[in-house]
């Protein structure tokens, strides 16, 4: 079944712990990206990469880090989690950018005390 | 001012009713604009592209005005399971650009 998967689907961690939340997709995509949902601000772009190697800021990306080593995977990584990135995270992927259909993963919930 | 703005309702109607939202996207070279739908903060799934000679899928409809810098949805004969927000979004700059614009919603509710 094609799909873009996340992990965890739900953290609860401290201020200053680091932790990754994985994206993997397999449908081959080139792009891919991470959101961030929050009430009264929509979805706003974190990250995005066009293709293995090859990753760029968007609206939003104090705070966060990303890899693409791989095509299939695209880890969001927060160094020293604050409570203003608690939040709804979304990974999406397509096939060669935002002009093409965006699959999303399922979303993960952060809460950072 | 917002790069993409939608106004966020709800909007709450019968069933069978007609409903339409509009978009403002202030990026004049914007080139690619979509409709996505969301279910009660579950992931956003595309609803259909948008181009510009306009589009019809069924019962939606969604037309682009590159002039007035809007987009539009059009949906006739409401369901009740077409009760979600509704999520416009548009490419900044041209198709090879990776930054995606979300507006925040709009929320639609079909009632009984």
């Known amino acids: 079944e094609a799909q873009v998967t996340q992990n965890p689907r739900y953290l609860i961690t401290v201020t200053g712990k680091k932790l990754t939340v994985t994206c993997s997709q397999n449908?081959?995509?080139?792009?891919m990206s991470w959101y961030r949902q929050d009430p009264g601000l929509g979805l706003r772009q974190i990250y995005y990469?066009?293709?293995?190697?090859?990753?760029d800021k968007g609206d939003v990306p104090e705070g966060y880090k990303v890899s693409r080593k791989e095509k299939r995977n695209f880890p969001l990584i927060l160094e020293s989690p604050s409570p203003n990135q608690t939040s709804l995270y979304f990974c999406?992927?397509?096939?060669?950018?935002?002009?093409?259909?965006?699959?999303f993963g399922p979303g993960t919930r952060l809460t950072v005390t | 001012r917002k790069e993409v703005e939608q106004d966020p309702g709800p909007f709450n109607v019968p069933e069978g009713a007609t409903v339409a939202f509009n978009c403002t996207y202030s990026?004049?070279?914007?080139?690619?604009f979509f409709w996505y739908r969301q279910d009660c903060r579950k992931e956003p799934k595309l609803l259909m592209s948008v181009y510009s000679s306009g589009n019809e899928d069924g019962r939606f409809t969604a037309q682009l005005n590159r002039a007035s810098q809007y987009i539009s949805l059009l949906i006739r004969d409401s369901k009740l399971s077409d009760s979600a927000t509704y999520l416009c979004?548009?490419?900044?700059?041209?198709?090879?650009?990776?930054?995606?614009?979300f507006g925040q919603g709009t929320t639609l509710q079909v009632k009984p």
């Open positions: 449908m081959n995509h080139e792009y």
């Open positions: 979004v548009v490419n900044r700059g041209s198709s090879n650009t990776g930054k995606l614009i």
């Open positions: 990469s066009m293709n293995v190697e090859v990753t």
């Open positions: 990026n004049s070279a914007s080139q690619s």
């Open positions: 999406a992927s397509s096939r060669q950018g935002p002009a093409y259909e965006q699959y």
